[in-house]
């Protein structure tokens, strides 16, 4: 199954990835440029540390035996200047997981948008990060505008077991998904 793993710039897609991943990921970072930088909206962020941004995707394969299926996870570039590349990440795709902030729900109603537009089922899955504050699931399910079927998880992109997690969130609801389609 190809799947999206989506979210404004520096949420942890690339982190997602690399965590999960187990072939050696492909990447297409690229340093950051203090041309970048006024473009970019990470000094918004306490994100100025930050070296690496995303040019065109991440690349990972997770196979998860219970469920008997194969991810190919295709990361989406965080920066908005990369927008048109969105079609043909999608191409193919069966659903999405999208990285939260809840100090940055804005960005990712903008993302959010792209995949609904595409008819793309998804995961929210909540990165924290030390700044970001705590928010309890309904409220943020409201802020959202989550439908009540689509899953919202807690994760921290940099574990192991915590993005699986996520991962395997997402698979169970697109195998529902697909189970009531074809019932
Ligand atoms: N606390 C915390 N930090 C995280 C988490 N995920 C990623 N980070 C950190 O956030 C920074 C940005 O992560 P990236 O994985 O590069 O983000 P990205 O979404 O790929 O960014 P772009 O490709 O530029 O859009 C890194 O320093 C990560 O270590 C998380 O779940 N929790
Ligand atoms: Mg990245």
Same mark, same amino acid.
């Given at each position: 199954?190809k799947?999206?793993?989506?979210?404004?710039?520096g949420?942890?897609?690339?982190?997602?990835?690399?965590?999960?991943?187990?072939?050696?990921?492909?990447?297409?970072?690229?340093?950051?440029?203090?041309?970048?930088?006024?473009?970019?909206?990470?000094?918004?962020?306490?994100?100025?540390?930050k070296?690496t941004?995303?040019?065109?995707?991440?690349?990972?394969?997770?196979?998860?035996?219970?469920?008997?299926?194969?991810?190919?996870?295709f990361?989406?570039?965080?920066?908005?200047?990369?927008? !048109?590349?969105?079609?043909?990440?999608?191409?193919?795709a069966l659903?999405?997981?999208v990285?939260?902030?809840?100090?940055?729900?804005?960005?990712?109603?903008?993302?959010m948008?792209?995949?609904e537009?595409?008819?793309l089922?998804?995961?929210?899955?909540?990165?924290?990060f !030390?700044?970001?504050?705590?928010?309890?699931?309904?409220t943020?399910?409201?802020?959202l505008?989550?439908?009540?079927?689509?899953?919202?998880?807690?994760?921290?992109a940099?574990?192991?077991?915590?993005?699986?997690?996520?991962l395997?969130?997402?698979t169970?609801h697109l195998?529902?998904?697909?189970?009531?389609?074809?019932?």
């Amino acid at each position: 199954m190809k799947i999206l793993v989506a979210g404004p710039l520096g949420i942890g897609k690339t982190t997602a990835i690399s965590t999960v991943s187990e072939i050696p990921t492909l990447h297409t970072d690229e340093v950051m440029t203090t041309a970048a930088a006024g473009t970019d909206e990470l000094t918004h962020h306490g994100l100025q540390d930050k070296k690496t941004t995303t040019v065109a995707t991440d690349f990972g394969r997770l196979t998860l035996v219970q469920a008997g299926v194969i991810l190919y996870l295709f990361g989406t570039p965080g920066q908005r200047r990369f927008r !048109p590349l969105w079609d043909d990440l999608a191409e193919g795709a069966l659903g999405a997981l999208v990285l939260v902030d809840t100090e940055r729900l804005q960005e990712s109603f903008e993302v959010m948008d792209l995949i609904e537009e595409r008819g793309l089922p998804y995961t929210v899955a909540v990165n924290t990060f !030390p700044h970001s504050r705590t928010v309890e699931p309904d409220t943020l399910r409201d802020k959202l505008d989550l439908a009540e079927h689509t899953p919202l998880v807690v994760c921290d992109a940099r574990d192991k077991n915590s993005t699986l997690d996520a991962l395997i969130a997402l698979t169970a609801h697109l195998i529902t998904l697909a189970g009531d389609a074809s019932s």
